[in-house]
């Protein structure tokens, strides 16, 4: 996923009035701060590399100044700023990058730093994590669909799942999820390239974890794979945009789920559901 970062300098009064307008068209991915000459500076967020129409128009309509627009790779902008100490992940977990925590009492996960998602620190990490500490996962066969680094699927692993298989579309984070098995002990893990359930190769999932954006849980849902990969059990699907959560709930609704719980981080939304 790439991120559009545009900054804007303006009167800081000017600044949180935008900051609430762009909530109320339902873009909060936005945040101001003060300058020193005591001035706002306005950052807004666009995913997929661009602002919506009517964002840009209100930030043009502000009269302020845009001072510098930013194509990201999400990846690597999490990567560039790998945390280099261990990171709450839930109740009782803890990803360490440098394996130097103690274990006693807790599951510690040795994530090594790498241009892949799923160092601990985004809320669609945390979600999904705390909802699996909360699941009983013994015995559970697992796919982490979107793996990134792998830290959700080896939670679970942790927790006592008897099978986790690993997939994502790009190969950098099939390494990175490799790479992070061996660190945690992992052996032969099945991990494959694939987008979404193109070129998964298990079937009679017990348990499907999706920490994917809203556009790929919908595409998930829609696929008539997805009975024969998951055809009894739950998902737990994370990244979900506040403003495309009801259409991802009715998307379960339609593919044969019982919504169990939902709970909001910062913007993103965790939803968990059981076949019905």
């Given at each position: 996923?790439?991120?559009?970062?545009?900054?804007?300098?303006?009167?800081?009064?000017?600044?949180?009035?935008?900051?609430?307008?762009?909530?109320?068209?339902?873009?909060?991915?936005?945040?101001?701060?003060?300058?020193?000459?005591?001035?706002?500076?306005?950052?807004?967020?666009?995913?997929?590399?661009?602002?919506?129409?009517?964002?840009?128009?209100?930030?043009?309509?502000?009269?302020?100044?845009?001072?510098?627009?930013?194509?990201?790779?999400?990846?690597?902008?999490?990567?560039?700023?790998?945390?280099?100490?261990?990171?709450?992940?839930?109740?009782?977990?803890?990803?360490?990058?440098?394996?130097?925590?103690?274990?006693?009492?807790?599951?510690?996960?040795?994530?090594?730093?790498?241009?892949?998602?799923?160092?601990?620190?985004?809320?669609?990490?945390?979600?999904?994590?705390?909802?699996?500490?909360?699941?009983?996962?013994?015995g559970r066969r697992v796919l982490d669909l979107g793996c990134g680094t792998g830290v959700l699927g080896l939670l679970s692993w942790r927790r006592g799942a008897a099978r986790v298989d690993f997939?994502?579309?790009?190969?950098?984070?099939?390494?990175?999820?490799?790479?992070?098995?061996?660190?945690?002990?992992?052996?032969?893990?099945?991990?494959?390239?694939?987008?979404?359930?193109?070129?998964?190769?298990?079937?009679?999932?017990?348990?499907?974890?999706?920490?994917?954006?809203?556009?790929?849980?919908?595409?998930?849902?829609?696929?008539?794979?997805?009975?024969?990969?998951?055809?009894?059990?739950?998902?737990?699907?994370?990244?979900?945009?506040?403003?495309?959560?009801?259409?991802?709930?009715?998307?379960?609704?339609?593919?044969?789920f019982r919504l169990l719980a939902a709970e909001q981080e910062a913007w993103w939304w965790m939803l968990a559901a059981e076949r019905a």
């Amino acid at each position: 996923m790439r991120w559009r970062c545009d900054t804007w300098h303006l009167p800081l009064r000017t600044a949180r009035g935008t900051l609430t307008a762009l909530a109320a068209l339902g873009h909060p991915e936005a945040t101001v701060a003060s300058r020193p000459d005591g001035g706002g500076e306005l950052l807004v967020w666009g995913r997929g590399g661009r602002l919506p129409r009517a964002v840009s128009e209100l930030l043009q309509a502000t009269g302020g100044e845009r001072v510098s627009s930013i194509v990201h790779d999400e990846a690597a902008l999490l990567a560039a700023h790998a945390p280099d100490g261990p990171v709450e992940l839930a109740p009782g977990v803890t990803v360490d990058p440098q394996g130097r925590v103690a274990t006693r009492g807790r599951i510690v996960l040795r994530i090594p730093p790498a241009p892949a998602f799923g160092d601990g620190r985004h809320p669609s990490t945390r979600l999904a994590a705390r909802r699996l500490v909360a699941m009983p996962l013994t015995g559970r066969r697992v796919l982490d669909l979107g793996c990134g680094t792998g830290v959700l699927g080896l939670l679970s692993w942790r927790r006592g799942a008897a099978r986790v298989d690993f997939a994502d579309i790009d190969p950098g984070s099939v390494r990175s999820t490799r790479a992070a098995c061996r660190a945690n002990g992992l052996l032969r893990p099945r991990v494959w390239a694939a987008d979404l359930l193109d070129g998964v190769c298990g079937h009679g999932y017990d348990l499907l974890i999706g920490n994917l954006y809203a556009d790929l849980c919908l595409r998930l849902l829609a696929d008539p794979r997805l009975r024969s990969v998951l055809p009894s059990g739950s998902v737990v699907l994370s990244g979900i945009a506040h403003r495309r959560r009801a259409a991802v709930e009715r998307a379960l609704t339609r593919s044969g789920f019982r919504l169990l719980a939902a709970e909001q981080e910062a913007w993103w939304w965790m939803l968990a559901a059981e076949r019905a």
